[in-house]
């Protein structure tokens, strides 16, 4: 391949990334963003933007822990911002497939059906450890939505055996009970709970309740969580608004603080994801310095 053509492979995501950064800064509500940003103190903003950034890294270290695929804890927490800046810009979190690709492409020794499952082993760890917080929810509901506990215990169980079933049927077709050791997975789980305090800490920053904070970590993490929009826009606000009421504060409060979360919480992963496609650009095979087949840094 000529030089040209590599420079320009090298920038192009890049690039685009760019664009698609500046379409997406032209549809926020910047002035809303910084009306919450003047009624914010500054501790509430550091610990805004450090328990965001702390969150994607811990995602990060838990990939590596569960399956490190030959590469380095750096490229692991690249691949982190990478997957969510994509998700950002992107319709129906497209960015999901920027890691299997990216690391198809450094260790092509990879299996695809290795990666996949891996991926849904690191999502199914993630969920389980919501669920001490839906528990502490729960047990928080103001006494107008008592009646929905046992609603949300019955979800909580489904949830669980769901979550086992696909669990074991992954692991099943993609030959990964050989690969999965306990204490990778223990420590997986403890990594989970510490990213989900974190997510709990963002909405801690900006909404003076712990309680509601608490009801909001888990209605807002479901609502974004559903593909749409880039970013959740839209979904992620109004269940932040809906949910908010719960604590009688006023609509135009919460929907301030809700921008301000979300928007900080974008900016933090687009500066970091943005830097890392200008680094790597498009991803040429690398030879590894220490070949291994699939999984063999699990054992």
Request: hydrophobic content about 55%; charged content about 10%.
């Given at each position: 391949?000529?030089s040209?053509?590599?420079?320009?492979?090298?920038?192009?995501?890049?690039v685009?990334?760019?664009?698609?950064?500046?379409?997406?800064?032209?549809?926020?509500d910047?002035?809303?963003?910084?009306?919450?940003?003047?009624?914010?103190?500054?501790?509430?903003?550091?610990?805004l933007v450090?328990?965001a950034?702390l969150?994607?890294?811990?995602?990060?270290?838990?990939?590596?822990?569960?399956?490190?695929?030959g590469?380095?804890l750096?490229?692991h927490?690249g691949l982190?911002?990478?997957?969510q800046?994509?998700n950002?810009?992107?319709?129906v979190?497209?960015?999901e497939?920027i890691?299997?690709?990216y690391?198809?492409?450094w260790?092509?020794?990879i299996?695809?059906?290795a990666?996949i499952?891996?991926?849904?082993v690191?999502k199914?760890v993630?969920?389980?450890?919501?669920?001490p917080?839906?528990?502490g929810?729960?047990?928080?509901l103001?006494?107008q939505?008592?009646?929905?506990?046992r609603?949300?215990?019955?979800?909580?169980?489904?949830?669980v055996?769901?979550?086992?079933?696909?669990g074991i049927?992954?692991?099943?077709?993609?030959?990964?009970?050989?690969?999965?050791?306990?204490d990778?997975?223990?420590?997986?789980l403890?990594?989970?709970l510490?990213?989900?305090?974190m997510?709990?800490?963002?909405?801690?920053?900006?909404?003076p309740?712990a309680?509601l904070?608490?009801?909001?970590?888990l209605?807002?993490?479901?609502?974004?969580g559903i593909?749409?929009l880039?970013?959740?826009?839209?979904?992620?606000?109004?269940?932040f608004?809906?949910i908010?009421?719960?604590?009688?504060?006023p609509?135009?409060?919460?929907l301030?603080?809700?921008?301000l979360?979300?928007?900080?919480?974008?900016?933090v992963s687009l500066i970091c994801?943005?830097?890392?496609f200008f680094?790597w650009?498009?991803?040429?095979t690398?030879?590894?310095?220490?070949?291994?087949?699939?999984?063999?840094d699990?054992?």
């Open positions: 391949m000529k040209v053509d590599r420079r320009v492979l090298r920038v192009l995501p890049g685009v990334s760019v664009l698609l950064l500046g379409w997406l800064c032209w549809s926020m910047l002035k809303g963003l910084w009306q919450g940003i003047q009624t914010q103190s500054l501790s509430a903003l550091l610990l450090s328990s950034l969150a994607s890294l811990l995602q990060g270290v838990r990939f590596w822990v569960l399956y490190r695929g590469l380095s750096v490229k927490l982190v911002f990478a997957v800046a994509g950002i810009l992107l319709p979190r497209s960015g497939l890691r299997p690709f690391m198809k492409r260790n092509p020794q299996s695809l059906r990666l499952g891996w991926s849904v690191d199914a993630e969920l389980v450890a919501l669920l917080f839906v528990i929810a729960c047990a928080l103001p006494a939505l008592a009646s929905l506990q609603w949300a215990w019955l979800i909580g169980a489904v949830v055996v769901a979550l086992l079933t696909v049927v992954t692991m099943r077709r993609s030959q990964l009970r050989a690969e999965v050791r306990l990778r997975v223990l420590w997986a403890g990594l989970s510490v990213y989900w305090l997510n709990y800490l963002i909405f801690v920053s900006v909404v309740s309680r904070s608490l009801l909001l970590l209605g807002v993490s479901v609502a974004a593909p749409g880039p970013a959740g826009m839209g979904s992620y606000e109004a269940a608004v809906w908010g009421q719960i604590g009688q504060l609509k135009e409060q919460l301030i603080a809700a921008l979360s979300h928007m900080m919480q974008i900016a994801g943005v830097l890392v680094r650009g498009w991803p040429s690398e030879p590894l310095a220490q070949p291994q087949p699939s999984g063999a699990n054992r």
